[in-house]
């Protein structure tokens, strides 16, 4: 059984900063690319930003140069750090995990809320 739980969602001033928090656990798992993605009050999901297995990233243009995703891979965590929020960025945030031999792992979400 593979679990995704995200943390560090909240509310925040625009302007401000949050850092998202992904652990994953179950057993055998391999995992290749990690990511972000956000739904906002009627609009479709959409991918924040994605790191492969090698550490390369790729961001949404709505987010370059104001998000940041890291992974530990010790850990088998993935992250997102957020800055200069804007009240676009309010949605729930999941992650979105990639096992190596096929198929994908959703989390639960976390509410991120930034205020004008």
């Known amino acids: 059984q593979v679990q995704a739980v995200e943390s560090g969602g909240g509310l925040v001033q625009a302007g401000g900063s949050l850092r998202l928090s992904c652990a994953v656990s179950g057993s055998d798992l391999s995992i290749s690319a990690m990511g972000w993605y956000r739904q906002a009050p009627g609009k479709q999901r959409e991918s924040v930003a994605v790191i492969d297995s090698g550490g390369s990233t790729h961001y949404a243009d709505s987010v370059t140069g104001r998000f940041t995703i890291s992974r530990d891979n010790a850990a088998i965590a993935v992250y997102l750090q957020m800055n200069s929020l804007k009240p676009e960025d309010t949605a729930v945030y999941y992650c979105?995990?990639?096992?190596?031999?096929?198929?994908?792992?959703w989390g639960q979400g976390t509410q991120v809320t930034v205020s004008s």
């Open positions: 979105r995990i990639w096992a190596r031999l096929g198929g994908y792992y």
